[in-house]
């Protein structure tokens, strides 16, 4: 978080993935947008509140950004609601995406978990408050 103000500017494309905590609550705003590089795409995929969604709906009406949205706020977006007629803006139905692989692949994630965790490894996804 701390190297975004460097980064920003020069990314082509800005993937937002973050769990939504107290902290990370509109970490996507208008500053955080003003710093991103110039028709850039913000992507976010993580939690709707991570994001301002009247910064993004500005940005994107001003040509400034595109974006490309899986998780909104409010969620469900009301019908009315000015980002479904937003140009630049791509929103995307929230579906993570369940397949045919997913219950074995889950299943070897879960022993893989509890193997490291018998044998004192790190785990994988951990998700730590304050982040």
Do not use: C
């Amino acid at each position: 978080m701390d190297s975004l103000d460097t980064l920003l500017p020069g990314a082509d494309a800005v993937i937002v993935l973050l769990p939504l905590t107290a902290r990370t609550r509109h970490t996507v705003d208008a500053a955080f947008i003003a710093k991103m590089k110039p028709q850039a795409l913000l992507v976010n995929a993580g939690r709707g509140d991570v994001a301002d969604t009247s910064a993004i709906v500005d940005a994107a009406r001003e040509g400034r950004i595109r974006a490309a949205l899986d998780v909104v706020d409010p969620e469900p977006l009301p019908a009315d609601h000015p980002l479904w007629s937003t140009p630049g803006v791509l929103i995307t139905p929230h579906v993570g995406g369940s397949s045919t692989a997913f219950l074995d692949r889950a299943w070897r994630f879960v022993g893989d978990q509890v193997r490291r965790y018998v044998e004192g490894e790190p785990l994988f996804n951990v998700v730590r408050e304050g982040y």
